[in-house]
C-alpha cells in the first residue's frame, strides 16, 4: 500500500533482471495500461536508459553496476525509452537490495523531469533575454554620448560654412586675384555640395540617434508594477528596433491618427508581444514570396475602456483549422530551427493573464493575418 500511494515510480528487479514489482506511478510513466502485466518482464522491455545521441546511442544498464558493486547508482538527468518507444527526461536511483538467498536484487525509484527541465530553460531563456537587454541598453547608452557631440559638430560646421560662403559670395568681384582663386579651387561647386553632404551626414547622425534611444527604450529594464505607458511610442521604437527584419520584404507602418491614452502595464513585456508579431508577420509575408509588395499595417484606437492595436499583415493568413490551436504552447507552423512555438503562447498569456485584455486573430487563408489586442485603460477592468 504504501509503494503504490508513492508519486514517485517504483520498480523491483529480482537478481536475474526481471521485473518483480513495479508500482502505479512506474506503470504510468513507463506508458504501461492498467491491466498490462510487466512483472516477469525483463526491465529493459520497459525501461532502458539510452545514452548520448552523439555515442550511437549506447544503453545504459546501471542495475547491473548496482548488483556488481554494490552501492547505489543515481543520475538526475537522464532519458528513459518506454514501454511505447517514447523518451521520457527522469532523474532515478538504483538501490541494491540483499535477497534471502543471499542474491542481490535492484530497487529502482525515479520520477518525471521533463517540466522541472522546461522551466530551466524556460528561465535560461529569460535570463539570457534579460542579459541582452541589459548590454543593449548599456551599449545604446555609451553610443548616445559620442552621436550627439558629432551631430553637434556638424551642426556647428553646417553653420560657420554658410557664414563662410557669404563672405565668399561677397567677395566675387572685388578682387580679380581673389576672382581667379576661387575658380581655380572651384569654390562654386564646394559652397554647392559641401551644405548637402552635411545635411546628409546630419539625417544619418538623427537616424542613429532615434535607433539608440529606441534601444533603450525597448531594452528598459522591466518594472514590478505596472507603469502608464505610451503605447504608440512602444510601437514606434518596436519598428525602429526589428526594421532589419521586415524592412526587406514589406512596408511597416502606424496609424496612431486617433488619440489613444496612456495605458498601465508592463512596458518590457508588451514590448515583446509587439516585436513577437511583427516578426511574426515579416515571416509570414517571406514565406507568401509577396518581397517588394508585403505590408505590415498597425492601427491603434481606443473602445470604450480598451485600448486597441490591430496588426496587419498580407502573409499566407491563418487557415482555420489552426486558429483554435495557434496560442497552444509549442505549437507552431514554421520549419525546424525557425521557431519554438512559444511566441504567441506567451504573448497571450501576458496580454490575458499579465494585464486582463484580450488577443485574438482573425484575416483570411492566402490573404494575410490580422491580430488583435484589447488592453484595459484602467486596472481593475477585466476581461470578457
Known sequence: MIADSLSEGLIVIDFAGGIAFANPSARLLLGCSETEDVEGLPIDVVFRLTGDEHNDGIVREPWKNAVRQGVTIHDDDAVVLTMRGKKRSIAYACVPLAESTGKLAVVITFRDIGSLKQAQWDAMQASRMASVGQLAAGIAHEINTPIQYVGDNLRFVAESFEAIAKIVAA??????????????????????????AI??????????ARIVLSMRE????????????????????TLIVCRNTW???AEASLDSSSPIPLVPCFAG???QVFLNLIVNASHAIEAAGRTGQGRIHIKTFQDGAWVVIRIEDNGTG??????????DPFFTTKPVGKGTGQGLAISRDVVVVKHKGRMEVGGKEGEGAVFTIWLPIQNETKAT
Open 171 to 196: 567677395a566675387k568681384g572685388v578682387d580679380t586675384a581673389l576672382d581667379s582663386m576661387i575658380a581655380d579651387q572651384d569654390v562654386e561647386y564646394l559652397c554647392k555640395e559641401i551644405p548637402t
Open 199 to 208: 545635411s546628409q551626414s546630419l539625417e544619418g547622425v538623427s537616424q542613429v
Open 218 to 237: 525597448f531594452s528598459h529594464p522591466g518594472s514590478s508594477d505596472k507603469v502608464m505607458t505610451d503605447i504608440n511610442r512602444a510601437l514606434d521604437s
Open 247 to 249: 524592412k526587406h520584404v
Open 269 to 271: 513585456e508588451l514590448n
Open 318 to 327: 491563418v487557415p482555420s483549422a489552426i486558429k483554435d490551436k495557434i496560442f
